[in-house]
């Protein structure tokens, strides 16, 4: 005897939420194991297949969900766009102290930092055509304009320059280990650096 309609409708409905349940673990997996393979090798080195085995997918269905390995690319990046953006909030007003706090995050996500840099090598210009990111950059330049107008940090420079001179020093590639000191006291002493490279940078002459 078949099954009333409202049973019916009832099981088709289970059944597509746990198919896209399904679907959405599976993505995140794929996005797990293209955070590590692009983060190490770039696009231009990243294999397809050994993704998949990490993510214990089928390579068809990667190309299913993400077209390519390029759209594959873009969407891991933009998968953790807001961390990497925003993650450490943006303090104007502390600006070495963010740069500590930013050298902090670059320690425990070192992929992150990979990631971004392959990406802006690879796919130039990307990365600023996301709403997200050139969201993000407006809100710090306008930050930047009014600690400027206030005369709290120094305004030399336009904020576009101010920010991107920021960056650079804060992302600096870490030095490599040197002898006889432990990688503590060597991020340590290089944190520190950085914060006096970016006070020296904004204080008023």
Known sequence: MPAAPCQLFGWIARTLLAMARDSAATKARILTAATAE???RGLAGARVDRLAASAGANKQLIYAYFGSKEALFDATLEAHLETLLDGVPFDASDLPGYARRLFDFNLAR?????????????RP?????????AASIQR???LLAAEQAAGRIDGALPPMQLLVMLLAVIHADLVPPMPGISAAEQNAGQREAVALAVQRLVSRA
Do not use: C, N, S, T
């Open 38 to 40: 692009f983060a190490e």
């Open 140 to 142: 710090k330049l306008g």
């Open 110 to 122: 070192p992929d992150l930092g990979r990631l971004a840099r392959w990406h802006a090598l690879e």
């Open 125 to 133: 210009g990307m990365l600023m055509q996301l709403p997200v990111a």
